[in-house]
């Protein structure tokens, strides 16, 4: 045992020997890949992409951990965009073993097969997705959120939402994952999302009081919760009062606001394939069970669906969408999924 832990020892020495720390952009010119992990801020990171595309080598792979912005406009001007891509982590990072690899019109095949290489050397799943406001689970986790937030408004409890999509299975609720991953963050990929979909993503009236409250998540004590010492959430009395809500009176039925949440990631993940923003059903499915807590014994949101029956699942979106607006109207894509009797014959946009 004692010879195993030298051994050990001895590994990571040779491990941290091959880390060479530097302040500013010393070091860049030997890199072969550079990875970009600034927060949200477009100019910030083009001003940043700029300095590295300027200083690394000219065939150095440039990657952005953006969580919202599109590749593309990261990379907007500069030189070789063949090799610019994303390579993003689910939130908070380390708590899922999926990365999108996000590929642009631009990137290189090559790029993207070295990049999903690596991801694999460090213990990933990568699943490559096409550039676009959300990637994929940005899209996905955000029609839940999204939808939360509806659900917040018409007086259902923080704890009451999440409790219920944990019941149904996913690891996490949407407004807790918010809180962890930090408010900042999720109103940013919000209104991302509600600028280029306005037609599902729209945002409740109170949304923008939300965001300048202060209120910053778990790391700042207060966002959809209040979070104490011992790192637990609990029911915040002030939300409601802050955000001007009223309590939902009526008992909550859990299957029902589960559901709810879950048909709205089923209407945008035909969406999602219909837009060729992942390849198959198959990889949307690994990608929600790996990096969106979805349960495996589901296998995803796409077999869920087709287990339920595609017409049924539509028949229950019209049916919401008539109590609670066009938001949740199946989408064309789906319709032309149940048409062709699944998710894996429709055929991706040109």
Known sequence: ACCGALAGVG?????LALLRPAVGWAGLERCDLVIESLPDDLEAKRRAMAE???RA?????????????????????????????GLVFPQPVGTAPLVEVVRTRATS???????AALARDLGHTP??????????LGRLLGAATIEALWLLDEGFAAGTIDEALVAWGLAAGPLRRADETGLEAMARLARRLAAAFPDRFSLPPWFDALAVSGRLGRRGGRGFYRWGEDGQPAQDAGLSDLLGLVP???????????????LAMVNEAARCLAEGVVASPAELDLAMVLG???????????????????????????????VHGPRLEPSSALL????????AAVPPCA
Do not use: M, Y
């Open 336 to 343: 032309a999924a149940a048409a062709r009797q699944g998710f």
């Open 11 to 15: 590994v990571a020495r040779r491990r």
């Open 57 to 85: 080598p000219a065939d150095a792979i440039l990657a952005s951990t953006s969580a919202s912005l599109p590749i593309e406009e990261i990379a907007e001007g500069l030189p070789g965009r063949w090799r610019f891509l």
């Open 109 to 115: 095949a090559e790029v993207v097969a070295a990049v």
């Open 52 to 54: 590295i595309a300027a």
């Open 127 to 136: 699943v490559v997705v096409a550039d676009g406001p959300g990637f994929l």
């Open 292 to 322: 969106g807590g979805a349960p495996a014994e589901r296998g995803g949101l796409c077999r869920w669906a087709e287990n339920q029956g595609l017409d049924r699942v539509i028949a229950k979106l019209r049916g919401l969408a008539g």
């Open 248 to 262: 939902h009176r009526a008992a909550p039925e859990p299957g029902a606001l589960a559901e709810r949440l879950v």
